[in-house]
């Protein structure tokens, strides 16, 4: 079906037109505009305006911060707006797609190409998503790990050798693990292919200008992690291995993360399992269920272990490798409710899916049809549905009514907290602190001012807090504390406390979150949680 050529054209024109919306519509305000994306367009703004350069996030020691870079770019020629730090997420996007297309023209044949092109313009809406999701660790493992293919392609079909060439290929992957942990696994992949094929690469000379490359892209790191020991390892290790924040109030992480790493070992057969729950839509498992089939079809198609013994191996054999360590590394380090930690799996879904449907297109052409257009179709349903169902609350007319009435103070959590300060240009400072007291660390000047504050809202939303909402209530009615309430959309704003009251006095904590206990497994109040 595919090779009607007469019909190709328009099939692969739609194919990239509807990609490149579904890519644009995200920069329509406020579409996907999280939490992590005001922080990071917050470090932009302070990049732009107080020249200050940050190597990390703010206390987020692993995520580089190339994204708020080129967004303080952005800002210096477009000015200030969440509309503009969006349009990082989008380039990156379509980079990506550029450099697979690259890519598959030089490893697959023509229907493969076909494929794989199709998948990538219009994949489901999960890696959609992730492939703009401009935090600092995403989207760029999308575009990173896609070149660093591209250059070990390259070197062994000696398409360049140059000393110039392994350089560069050291200096995307320092550069990539600066900016995404992510990375590592790509690094690993690449040099478990030279061990395995290539060990001509370990030459002194060729290894020499990898590894003075790979130390150049990774000097923000080296640098850092000078000035602050261990930082990075005890950041990453904290934030995989427990999916509370409160852990930071361990008084021994170093033992706690030890621990949590023996008993991630011990339950790994149990763990893998649950690893392939990642959908997060009815409509992507059509298509994640192909992968997982592609997956299994590449290891036996290619004859994987028979290829890695004779040391003669394929892109798909490099592609089932990055797989391998993938799930080894997900399943002994990762927190199984951490579906976004599935992401950089799915940087090899187009080359293998694309190469197992040419397989099958190769002897029924009709079944290859068949199986790509529901891929496409559910793909397509799935993100016009991931855009209707966006939550989009209006953020704009909350920092308004906080202005109207000189609230410039105030307590929530994460998302509504960054969100509310990037909306008001940082004239209304939201501490992050009312479900999370370790988020405080973050921004630690601006949440002292809040505390500082004698006036100052609480902002919940009725749609998430209501369980918070009722203890609030209850405490407040309890300490004889009088207050007004209003609601503006999905926000839910307590004001006009008749006495200062804060967060911790009221015990709140979202489902999952951590809280620490004594010798005896008793939970200990707020005050000595510190």
Not at 102 to 107: G, Q, W
Not at 419 to 431: A, D, H, Q, Y
Request: aromatic content about 16%.
């Amino acid at each position: 079906m595919l090779k009607a050529n007469r019909y190709l054209k328009i099939i692969l024109l739609l194919a990239l037109c509807a990609g490149a919306v579904f890519r644009l519509i995200y920069l329509i305000p406020p579409i996907a505009f999280q939490g992590d994306d005001a922080v990071s367009a917050l470090i932009a703004k302070h990049i732009f305006e107080l020249k200050e350069f940050p190597i990390y996030h703010w206390k987020a020691h692993y995520l580089g911060v190339l994204v708020s870079y080129i967004g303080a770019l952005l800002y210096w020629m477009l000015g200030v707006s969440a509309v503009t730090f969006k349009i990082v997420g989008v380039l990156f996007s379509f980079i990506w797609i550029a450099l697979t297309v690259f890519l598959i023209n030089k490893v697959f044949d023509y229907h493969a190409r076909i494929f794989s092109f199709l998948l990538v313009v219009l994949p489901p809406a999960e890696i959609l998503r992730f492939s703009m999701y401009s935090s600092g660790i995403y989207a760029e493992t999308f575009a990173f790990g896609t070149l660093a293919f591209i250059m070990l392609i390259k070197l062994r079909r000696n398409d360049f050798s140059s000393s110039v060439s392994y350089l560069t290929l050291g200096l995307i992957l320092g550069v990539g693990l600066w900016i995404s942990p992510f990375m590592l696994i790509v690094i690993l992949s690449l040099i478990a292919v030279y061990v395995v094929e290539d060990k001509a690469f370990f030459r002194p000379k060729r290894l020499f200008l990898a590894l003075t490359g790979f130390f150049i892209g990774l000097l923000p790191a080296i640098i850092y992690n000078i000035q602050y020991p261990f930082a990075t390892l005890m950041r990453l290790g904290s934030r995989v291995l427990y999916s509370g924040r409160e852990i930071f109030l361990e008084p021994n992480l170093a033992s706690a993360l030890w621990e949590k790493s023996l008993q991630r070992l011990a339950h790994m057969p149990i763990l893998a399992f649950r690893m392939w729950y990642w959908v997060s839509d009815v409509y992507g498992m059509f298509s994640m269920s192909i992968f997982i089939i592609a997956i299994l079809w590449a290891f036996k198609k290619t004859e994987f272990f028979r290829a890695f013994r004779s040391k003669k191996l394929e892109f798909l054999h490099v592609c089932l490798i990055y797989a391998i360590i993938f799930v080894v590394l997900y399943t002994v380090s990762v927190d199984e409710e951490f579906k976004r930690h599935v992401v950089p799996l799915y940087l090899v879904f187009p080359f293998l899916v694309g190469r197992f449907l040419s397989a099958i297109d190769a002897k029924r052409k009709m079944i290859s049809f068949v199986l790509i257009s529901a891929m496409l179709t559910f793909n397509v349903v799935g993100n016009i549905n991931a855009f209707l169902y966006e939550d989009n609350p209006p953020f704009k007319e909350l920092v308004e009514w906080l202005k109207s009435k000189n609230f410039y103070y105030g307590y929530s959590g994460y998302e509504v907290a960054y969100r509310t300060v990037f909306e008001s240009k940082e004239s209304i400072l939201i501490s992050p602190t009312l479900f999370h007291p370790t988020l405080a660390e973050r921004t630690p000047e601006n949440t002292e001012k809040v505390n500082a504050a004698k006036n100052v809202v609480f902002i919940l939303r009725h749609d998430r807090h209501q369980i918070q909402i009722g203890e609030i209530k209850e405490g407040l009615l309890t300490r004889g504390v009088k207050y007004k309430a209003y609601s503006i959309g999905p926000f839910f704003i307590l004001y006009d406390f008749s006495k200062r009251v804060y967060p911790e006095e009221f015990e709140l904590r979202l489902p999952g979150v951590y809280i620490r206990h004594d010798s005896q497994n008793r939970e200990l109040p707020p005050a000595d949680r510190k």
